[in-house]
Each structure stands twice: as structure tokens, then as C-alpha cells.
């Protein structure tokens, strides 16, 4: 999506541009006839002239109107800054909006801020594959490599991307809050765009997501805004994955939110359709999809059963005898011994923790003997 940054920018930006450019901003008049035409003193606008300072934003504006210009001759030939701090970025005026602006605003809107002034934009994760993609994001945009760098405090990594520019276009453009985080919304052109909607939902997870093998195989992504979630959850239904919401609020001051992913099938279509970058996650859920047992639940509980009516009470001793992962029988066992089919009976100490020994119940005997089928 193209977008004429101009738009967004405020009156104290700057623009500077090569002797080609400003010629043809002020062709057709002397300098003095310009002077008296814009109302602006000749000292000031021979500076702009000749080069010496800066154009500001609302008289480049008035002469390419004026003038009735072509933005297209000015395509990737102004540096642009706001106020007087900072150094130019060789930007625009046409900027093309992609995945990758969408992915990393909802990064940092999960994982990040921008501070009140605008001075810069951080994000706050430890995983390198992301911090390696958000730096080499802003260095495309031309931004110079001596404006990112990483600040550490209590084993948390800070990339700090110091540009006043870049923090207000992705305030005004993708919202992405500034200051003390309260609710945060999701662009409209965003929520309308399936490959953008992707894009946002990679970038939450990346930020907030969080992988459970215990109990119920899920994804979760949690915040403590309410619309935020919703939106997420409005594009998860678009791209037809299910998801719940789920309010916590015990021992907090303000509740915290989870949209939670159930289900291979909702998991499978997550892994493939959103793709997350995430290198930890990544692993985590392929893990999931790749060690899900395909056969029936009861085929499943029906193994569990007969390996611990053979004398296997240990969840390590059944998970070797049926040859799975101790997490998918841990998960399974769980879920036995919630419907009542097996019972622990004996509990063992060891030097670095504990374990149960389980047997059937006389329900799980006649659940073995009849096969009847539960789903989880």
C-alpha cells in the first residue's frame, strides 16, 4: 500500500534536497518575486535556495503545489528529519506500507514502546532472530547503523532504534502507542488486508505468544488490552482458526487477556498460514504438530492402559513401552486420570523431585474392555 509520508508528518519537519530538485521547486520566478508571492524574506528563502538550510515541510508543500509537480521527480531524492535533533533519512515522499512494516509494529506494540518525545523506538526481546530482523528493517529504510544498538539489563536485551522520524511515522501511520501503554488498536487498512492481518498476527505472537505442551496443546497470546485481543481474534477468524478469549484477573490490577489457539487442526493451520520467526516458538510448535498421534484418542488411551495393566506405573516406564514422548503421555495420562480410568497409588521421592505410580480404576478396565471413545 503506497502512502505519501508527507501526510503524516508534522510542520517541523525538514527537507533537503539536491541543487536539481530545489531548482525545479522554484522555477519560474526570481527569488525576489518568489519572496514577495509566498511571503517569506529573501534572506530566508536564497538560504533555501542555495541550499544552506533545510526546506520546511509546509513551503515545499505550497511550491509543489503551486508549481503543480510531479511527487514521482522527488521519489527517493529528499532526506527527511523533524525538528532540528537527529540526523536525515533519505525516505519518500512515497513509502510502500508491506508485511514487513505491519510485523514489526505489532512487535513493538507487544514487545516494545516509543517514548512520549518520539526520540526513539525500542523493542525489548531476547531472541536474535527477531532482534536481527527488526535491525535490518530499519537499516532498509536507510536508517545508519550507528543509530541501533543494543542496551542489556538484567539478561534483557534492548534494541533501541533512535530516530524521532521513524517513531512518529509509525505512530501516525500503524499506531503504535506512545508512552505508558493502555489499549492498543490495530490500523484499519491493516484489519481489511488478509496479507497484512497475517503479518500482524506473526508479529503478536512473536511477541507475546507462548507455546503450552502441558495439559491441552495450545498457543496463547496474552495482553492486558482488551481490543488488541479482540482485533487479533477478529483476523484469526478470518483466516477461519479458532481461537477463545480468556479473562485473568486474580492478584492483578488490571486483568490480563489470553486468545488461546485449541486443537491440532486450528494449531496446524496456525503454524502454516502465520509462520511465526520466532526461533524458540517456531520449534516448539512444529514439535506439537509433528509428535501429534494421529490415531483415535482411545487408541491412544487404550495403549496407555494396557501398558500399565502389564505392569508399567512410572509415566517414563509407559511412554518407553508404547515408544512416545513423556509430554504427549504425561497429557494423556491427565486427561485418564480426569475422567477417572486411572488413579495414582503410590508415591516415590527421589533426590530431585517425585513421581506418581498409577493403576486402572474399574472404570478404566471397562472403558479397556469396551472401547468406548472420548475426544479431547
Not at 506405573?313 to 477417572?340: F, H, M, Q, T, W
Request: hydrophobic share 40%.
Amino acid at each position: 500500500m503506497e502512502i505519501n509520508i508527507l501526510h503524516y508528518l508534522p510542520e517541523n519537519t525538514k527537507i533537503k534536497l539536491d541543487k536539481i530538485l530545489i531548482d525545479k521547486l522554484f522555477y519560474g520566478r526570481s527569488l525576489t518575486r518568489w519572496s514577495r508571492f509566498l511571503g517569506i524574506s529573501l534572506k530566508n528563502l536564497s538560504r533555501y535556495k542555495n541550499g544552506s538550510r533545510a526546506v520546511p515541510l509546509d513551503l515545499f508543500n505550497r511550491l509543489v503545489a503551486l508549481l503543480n509537480l510531479n511527487l514521482i521527480d522527488f521519489q527517493n531524492n529528499i532526506q527527511l528529519k523533524i525538528n532540528s535533533t537527529g540526523n536525515y533519512i533519505k525516505l519518500g515522499p512515497i513509502i510502500e506500507i508491506d508485511e514487513k512494516w505491519v510485523y514489526v509494529s505489532e512487535l513493538i506494540k507487544g514487545d516494545g514502546h516509543i517514548p512520549s518525545k518520539f526520540h526513539y523506538l525500542v523493542l525489548v526481546n531476547n531472541n536474535k532472530v527477531l532482534i536481527d530482523y527488526v535491525k535490518d528493517f530499519f537499516i532498509s529504510l536507510g536508517l545508519d547503523k550507528k543509530h541501533l544498538f543494543i542496551y542489556k539489563k538484567d539478561d534483557v536485551n534492548f534494541l533501541i532504534i533512535r530516530s524521532y522520524l521513524l517513531a512518529y511515522l509509525f505512530n501516525k501511520i500503524l499506531e503504535v502507542p506512545v508512552g505508558k501503554k493502555n489499549e492498543i488498536n490495530i490500523s484499519d487498512f491493516v484489519m481489511k488486508n488478509r496479507s497484512f492481518g497475517i503479518a500482524a498476527i506473526r508479529g503478536a505472537f512473536d511477541a507475546e505468544g507462548s507455546v503450552n505442551f502441558i495439559g491441552s496443546r495450545s498457543i496463547t497470546i496474552s495482553s492486558q488490552s482488551l481490543i488488541w485481543i479482540n482485533k487479533l481474534q477478529k483476523i484469526l477468524d478470518i483466516l477461519k482458526i479458532k481461537s477463545k478469549i480468556y479473562k485473568e484477573e486474580k492478584s492483578r490490577s488490571r486483568p490480563i487477556y489470553r486468545l488461546t489457539i485449541h486443537h491440532i487442526i486450528n494449531l496446524k493451520r496456525f503454524y502454516r498460514i502465520i509462520k511465526p520467526l520466532h526461533s524458540k516458538r517456531q520449534d516448539k510448535l512444529r514439535k506439537i504438530i509433528t509428535e501429534f498421534n494421529k490415531n483415535p484418542s482411545r487408541i491412544f488411551h487404550k495403549k496407555i492402559l494396557l501398558s500399565i495393566q502389564s505392569g508399567n506405573y512410572r509415566r517414563s516406564d509407559i511412554a518407553r513401552d508404547i515408544n512416545k514422548s513423556l509430554i504427549l503421555v504425561s497429557n494423556n495420562i491427565a486427561y485418564l486420570k480426569e475422567k477417572g480410568f486411572i488413579t495414582p497409588f503410590e508415591k516415590n521421592y527421589t533426590n530431585i523431585g517425585c513421581y506418581f505410580k498409577y493403576k486402572m480404576t474399574d472404570s478404566g478396565i471397562k472403558y479397556l474392555e469396551e472401547g468406548e471413545s472420548y475426544y479431547f
